[in-house]
């Protein structure tokens, strides 16, 4: 047996690998902003050498180091299984630009020069199988246990166990005569069992010898030669009765029981013809390696300097008003600033996470402060998505853990990244993003982990964890995790109410008609079956406080309980809800009908620089929200990631501050009293109703449901009889006297073309639009969503009987596959030409945003047929617009067309020609004349994927 190939350019090949495999299933190799950012001295993330290809994922919970005096080499630790997953020169990591660097995972840049299995890194038994009941998740603490990295400059110190020894190890890497060296020194405490320690792979065939020389009672060398190859592996600070084994393609240290600390380094030479190897064990073994750790644990210089950014402060006469609070997005190290967390320190500062890797902190927050200061106070972390502040101790909630981190020496910078909890499992798949951190009044940490995507009819495409889809407590100690809930699907936003309820957002996908805002019950199941962990498959699911429909917002994030003094009194105890797909604020007013909480949502008209996020109340009495734009945001600054300040201004609210439900009506509460003309006329009001199915179907693709014809995708029309304005002008009760609790968890059966349907009631939305005007004059145009599961005073009868079982109420048949009488299909990216029309097929595939096509050339007046075929994981169109400047309009436009197919009426004079939504596995042709000289971009219009989904028709002359 040979070796493995050492010394490979992995990026060239990664590249022939995408060749091979295939234009249409390619991701794009353009740049990204996290190339181009200085992550610091290292980078936490799930490693593969294939972003195509979920098996050559080399590393689930990655460390990778820059090692070197020039940084042009790199050392993966794997925190689960404590071992050095990699180690190559050339290059850092390459991430892909898909789904803004989130799709695929970042591959090593750079040649090859070992590796080791996914297996433990350490043995207690000389036996080196996973021990773990899934391959996911760290190893039992009884083998090992990871305690976090010392950071001194460059200088990086890993610190875990193996069994009772404490281990300290630091990466490293030297040039001997040209040659590049990798070393590991390691300081173990006493330990009364021997350990073995898995260094390498290595071929131990027949064909393979091992030979051991020293040239000192500790110091000395091993030689791996296979053929004309070989690999020098030195040595120096071994105890006696320390022995070298090849074992299961490995090259193994075998260490004795210890009696006192051990301090060991092994120098890693690279595969050479075996003439050259000889003549490198010299100066390998004397190779300079300070075996003493002691001084890397202390902190070392700060590295980032501070920056100053100016607050542009918000004017209106309304009653919020907007600061921006500006970040420095062009800062010296190019961070790709995202931020998806905030949180406050017992001096005012604010901490921000940064889902690229970092945390800031920022000074200045004062009103009247002109300058804000900011400071990079930790880099590398794995797509942090949480930042909580207890005790002036920082928290982050990471991919692979939950951090402290540690300002020892108090130059502001983190020098210690402490492992608090690293239990949760990280898995193959991109979507499963780790979310949230907040606290309860015990002090418990909560945080929640979404699901794979895509999901299939009867499951998940990835592996589903007991992990996923779940909501986990940690004891104040984060010694252990518990998961308190199931059935979640992408968790983007938590919250802790005063009284310790939880409350989460989720957004549509498969099983999750449209977006929703949730209550937790520990232990109850939450909607989404994959995720469901139960014996037998649900028939029900815990009802979510709102519904949020597609057309309002795609993507809610955090949903946040108003508790600020400095807020109106009439306020306190509601929601706000943030949106990193529509960039915006909403209120959400609360009911409580028997314990079920149901919500009313109304839109603010407040604006922002990007999506936003995470909101935190700070004791300035005003809410700070972090933001950052994904693959699907619309609506806002246009901006990457954004920090902003939104302050009341002391003004009339001018907004309705409770939606409540009674037996035969609606009463609504507003914040001050309204003109009794427009609130007594009927004309003022327009109430439509409608409910959604449980199915496995991704979203409804904004359909929504009738409620009184099963089947119809469209809204009924509620019925006003009549108004009545209260003594206090505030309250307007409208007598509606269909509302009641029969018609509030009416289902609709399961109804044929919708995938595993599940019949169940999932509550009533009533979409309430109305134009008043307070006593002041001022005009109130408002729309809100109301949610209804029940209808306070009102019981079901005996059963609600289910509406509309398939095939009765006149449903509508299933929509045949539409080809348009189209040409037969042509290779992707082709054209064939029929009759003098020319066809051109495009494509998309899997998950990702985009067309297999994204350039077609043409000349003015030819007729051209654009068939479109979605093989992809969700639905798509095609529209082809005028210009550069037309893609936003429409795309923004399209947002709330679902009427029309996403294709926004308002806007058809900047479109050329449009398809209908192609469903999954559908085929659409757009057929039309080719119009002057010119470049006309295409996109997709479907739930805003105009942002990356995109081509360009160039017409020529």
Not at 645 to 669: A, F, I
Request: glycine share 10%; proline share 8%.
């Amino acid at each position: 047996m040979r070796f493995p190939p050492q010394a490979r350019p992995l990026s060239l090949f990664l590249l022939g690998a995408l060749t091979a495999i295939g234009q249409t299933s390619a991701p794009s190799l353009a740049p990204s902003p996290m190339n181009a950012m200085d992550h610091g001295p290292f980078v936490s993330s799930t490693i593969s050498t294939d972003p195509l290809s979920t098996r050559d994922i080399i590393v689930h919970k990655g460390i990778a180091v820059k090692v070197g005096r020039d940084r042009d080499a790199v050392m993966v630790f794997d925190t689960d299984l404590l071992r050095v997953a990699a180690a190559w020169t050339g290059g850092f990591l390459k991430w892909y630009p898909a789904r803004d660097g989130l799709q695929e995972w970042p591959s090593p840049d750079g040649f090859s020069h070992f590796s080791t299995s996914q297996r433990s890194g350490w043995s207690l038994t000389r036996n080196f199988a996973d021990p773990r009941p899934w391959r996911y998740g760290p190893v039992p603490q009884s083998l090992g246990a990871y305690k976090g990295l010392h950071l001194h400059g460059d200088q990086v110190v890993f610190s875990y166990t193996v069994g009772i020894s404490q281990v300290l190890e630091s990466p490293g890497f030297e040039r001997v005569h040209g040659r590049p060296v990798f070393t590991r020194t390691f300081n173990l405490s006493p330990t009364t069992v021997g350990l073995s320690l898995q260094v390498l792979q290595a071929p131990d065939g027949p064909a393979t010898t091992l030979e051991r020389k020293t040239s000192s009672p500790t110091d000395g060398h091993v030689q791996i030669r296979s053929g004309d190859q070989a690999r020098v592996v030195a040595h120096r600070g071994l105890p006696a009765g320390a022995k070298w084994r090849l074992e299961g393609q490995h090259l193994i240290l075998d260490l004795p029981p210890l009696g006192e600390p051990l301090r060991f380094a092994v120098a890693i030479g690279p595969v050479l013809p075996s003439a050259e190897s000889d003549t490198l064990i010299a100066q390998l073994t004397a190779a300079a390696t300070e075996l003493d750790l002691a001084r890397w644990l202390q902190p070392g210089p700060a590295r980032w300097q501070m920056l100053e950014t100016k607050p542009v402060i918000g004017t209106g006469e309304g009653p919020f008003v907007v600061d921006e609070l500006t970040v420095p997005s062009g800062n010296p190290w190019r961070s790709f600033l995202r931020f998806s967390g905030v949180d406050f320190l017992s001096d005012g500062r604010a901490v921000v996470s940064s889902l690229s890797g970092d945390v800031w902190i920022v000074d200045g927050l004062g009103e009247d402060s002109g300058t804000l200061r900011w400071k990079r106070f930790a880099t590398g972390l794995n797509q942090p998505l949480g930042v909580k502040v207890v005790n002036d101790q920082i928290y982050v909630t990471g991919r692979d853990q939950i951090t402290r981190l540690h300002d020892r020496n108090g130059d502001g910078e983190a020098d210690f990244y402490e492992n608090f909890n690293n239990q949760v499992m990280a898995a193959t798949n991109f979507h499963a993003f780790t979310l949230n951190l907040e606290t309860d009044s015990k002090g418990n940490f909560y945080f929640a982990k979404s699901t794979p995507w895509p999901v299939q009819l009867q499951g998940v495409k990835a592996e589903v964890t007991p992990h996923h889809g779940a909501l986990f407590r940690l004891p104040p100690d984060g010694s252990k995790l518990e998961v308190i809930a199931h059935g979640l699907r992408n968790p983007n936003g938590l919250s802790i109410g005063p009284n310790d309820e939880i409350i989460y957002s989720d957004n549509e996908g498969n099983w999750v008609p449209t977006s929703k805002v949730h209550r937790i019950r520990e232990g109850g199941f939450h909607g989404f079956i994959p995720s469901a962990r139960r014996d037998s498959a649900p028939t029900d699911f815990e009802k979510p406080i709102l519904w949020v429909p597609h057309f309002v917002d795609n993507s809610p994030a955090q949903p946040i309980f108003i508790t600020s003094k400095s807020w109106p009194a009439e306020l306190q105890g509601q929601l706000l809800l943030t949106s990193y797909g529509r960039g915006n604020l909403s209120l959400v007013l609360r009911e409580d009908v028997d314990g079920q909480w149901q919500g009313a949502h109304l839109n603010l008209p407040l604006a922002f620089r990007s999506g936003t996020i995470r909101g935190r109340f700070h004791r300035d009495g005003h809410l700070y929200i972090a933001g950052l734009t994904s693959w699907q945001s619309v609506g806002h600054g246009g901006d990457w990631g954004s920090f902003h300040r939104v302050r009341y201004t002391g003004g009339p609210l001018h907004l309705p501050v409770g939606v409540n439900t009674r037996k035969g009506g609606l009463e609504l509460r507003f914040a001050e009293p309204l003109d009794p003309v427009s609130a007594a006329d009927p004309k003022n009001f327009t109430l439509k109703q409608w409910t959604y199915p449980w199915t496995s179907q991704y979203g409804t693709r904004g359909k929504i449901y009738s409620v009184n014809n099963p089947g119809e995708t469209v809204a009924d029309s509620v019925v006003i009889q009549s108004i009545q304005l209260s003594v206090d002008r505030k309250t307007v009760s409208l007598a509606i006297p269909a509302l009641r609790q029969d018609l509030a968890q009416k289902t609709l059966g399961v109804l044929p073309n919708l995938p595993d349907m599940i019949e169940a009631s999932l509550g009533l939305v009533m979409a309430i639009d109305y134009r008043l005007r307070s006593a002041d004059g001022a005009e109130m145009k408002h729309i809100i969503h109301k949610t209804i599961h029940r209808v306070a005073g009102d019981q079901a009868t005996a059963m609600a009987a289910p509406v509309g079982i398939g095939g009765v109420h006149g449903l509508p048949a299933a929509p045949a596959h539409q080809t348009h009488g189209g040409p037969a299909a042509a290779p992707a990216g082709r054209s064939v030409v029929a009759d003098g029309t020319r066809v051109v097929e495009l494509r998309s595939t899997g998950v990702t945003l985009g067309y297999d096509v994204t350039e077609i050339r043409t000349k003015a007046g030819e007729r051209l047929v654009l068939r479109y075929v979605n093989a992809s994981d969700m639905a798509h169109n095609l529209v082809v617009v005028k210009t550069e400047a037309d893609i936003t309009p429409v795309g923004i436009a399209a947002i709330t067309a679902q009427a029309d197919e996403f294709v926004p009426k308002q806007e058809k004079d900047r479109i050329v020609a449009a398809s209908r939504l192609a469903n999954p596995g559908e085929t659409v042709l757009v057929e039309f004349t080719a119009p002057g000289p010119g470049v006309y971009p295409y996109i997709c219009t479907f739930s805003g994927h105009f942002t990356v989904m995109q081509g360009r028709l160039i017409v020529e002359p």
